[in-house]
């Protein structure tokens, strides 16, 4: 499984959640650790794919240096 699905799977089991649990400290929970996870994880798989990038590149130039 992969970031996104991950991600996927975590807010489909939240919602699923958030109807048995419904005080403060639920929305406590959602406001300081899920509500900013969309953004963390388009920007975690932006990076991944420059670190994929980087790497290609590395690989080819000591391929080349031998």
């Known amino acids: 499984m992969n970031l996104v699905q991950n991600a996927r799977e975590l807010s ?3 919602h699923a959640t958030k109807a048995y649990w419904r005080d403060a400290k ?3 929970f959602e406001k300081q650790y ?3 996870l969309p953004g963390m994880v388009s ?3 932006a990076m991944m794919n420059e670190l994929e990038t980087l790497l290609r590149k590395i690989r080819k130039d000591c391929e080349q240096a031998n």
């Open 12 to 14: 489909e089991r939240w």
């Open 26 to 28: 639920a929305l406590e």
């Open 34 to 36: 899920l509500e900013a």
């Open 43 to 45: 920007k975690a798989g």
